[in-house]
């Protein structure tokens, strides 16, 4: 079963700085890797999404890595702001199925 | 999320009853998925479906879950003698390309 765990729980950072967002899962033969946001009482928002056969993606302040022999992605934030606030989280796509992590909560503060 | 609708968004019920959750993907995909998020967890996999048939049920919990898509479009959860350890967001998904959640249905059982 795939496991996927995100490091840290929780992240408070003041305005300006560079954030940066950890992923682990188990099963390596995974299909694609995404990042979603969420607010609170809303659902996900799809931020960026890695195909298996690429080594990240980049829009905008955001970047995201991914190593999938080792297991792991990285999501950066430049520049944070407080409209960043909100969970973000990670999810893999096998078996047509995604498996997500907690989330990590991210607190910027003006 | 914009191109799924889920209804109702809030839903009290008490303990033993059933409850229906809806699912309207609105522009239509033959990939239709159902997660549930508890409290501080990411969303876990319930069912998918592809067209009307369910593609793989492997995550509902027990029997008292099921879920029909009878013309490939809308999506109903049902759930039977509701427990409190159903409360949850109940969340929905289309998928292909990318991915559009809907903002989900809060189910709370009392």
């Known amino acids: 079963k795939q496991e996927v765990t995100q490091i840290p729980a929780a992240l408070s950072v003041p305005e300006g700085e560079n954030l940066v967002l950890n992923c682990s899962f188990t099963d390596s033969a995974i299909y694609n890797l995404q990042w979603f946001r969420q607010d609170p009482g809303k659902g996900l928002t799809s931020l960026l999404l890695i195909q298996s056969s690429q080594r990240e993606q980049t829009s905008g302040r955001l970047n995201a890595s991914l190593d999938k022999s080792s297991g792991r992605s990285t999501l950066y934030i430049a520049a944070s702001q407080p409209g960043d606030s909100a969970t973000y989280l990670c999810a893999v796509l096998n078996d047509y199925k995604l498996s997500f992590g907690a989330g990590t909560t991210v607190t910027v503060r003006a | 999320g914009a191109g799924v609708s889920q209804t109702p968004s809030n839903k009290v019920t008490e303990k033993g009853k059933y409850v229906e959750l809806r699912c309207d993907p609105i522009?239509?995909?033959?990939?239709l998925y159902w997660y549930r998020q508890s409290l501080g967890q990411g969303p876990e996999f319930l069912i998918y479906?592809?067209?009307?048939?369910?593609?793989?049920d492997s995550g509902l919990p027990n029997d008292r879950f099921f879920a029909v898509r009878p013309e490939g479009s809308v999506s109903t959860l049902k759930i039977q003698r509701t427990e409190r350890g159903d409360s949850a967001v109940y969340l929905c998904d289309k998928a292909g390309p990318g991915y559009t959640f809907g903002s989900g249905t809060r189910l709370t059982v009392v």
């Open positions: 479906f592809q067209g009307t048939g369910a593609a793989d």
């Open positions: 522009s239509g995909h033959t990939a």
